[in-house]
């Protein structure tokens, strides 16, 4: 992005943070630390949300697997939870907007 920043070895840019590219691409493969950087984050989130979007999604299932999964109490104790964030979100109801606001 700035042609002024010109490095001998890869590296990020010292004005913006941006990855610096080589001038002139070469054919040969070459190991990326951008590239196994953006693979490692992918493959934490990806065993971070797997769980919840399974919870979440544990309804739309047939058979209700998770209901089978969980016994009794871990289950109401799971529903427990999401019921008691949802009345929290409901009780602070819908924010006025910025125009209603100003008369």
Same mark, same amino acid.
């Given at each position: ?42 493959? =934490?989130?990806? $065993?971070?949300?797997?769980? *919840?979007?399974?919870? +979440?999604?544990? !309804?739309?299932?047939?058979?209700? @697997? ?8 871990? =289950?109401?104790? $799971?529903?427990?939870?999401? *019921?008691?964030?949802? +009345?929290?979100? !409901?009780?602070?109801?819908?924010? @006025? ?7």
């Amino acid at each position: 992005m700035h042609p002024e920043v010109v490095r001998s070895e890869p590296g990020a840019c010292p004005l913006c943070g941006m990855a610096l590219e080589p001038r002139a691409p070469t054919a040969a493969e070459e190991a990326s630390p951008e590239l196994v950087d953006m693979s490692r984050r992918f493959w =934490l989130s990806l $065993v971070l949300t797997l769980p *919840l979007f399974l919870a +979440a999604m544990a !309804e739309m299932l047939p058979g209700e @697997p998770l209901r089978q999964a969980l016994a009794g109490r871990a =289950l109401a104790w $799971v529903y427990a939870g999401y *019921l008691r964030r949802s +009345a929290r979100l !409901e009780s602070s109801g819908p924010r @006025p907007r910025e125009s209603a606001r100003r008369r």
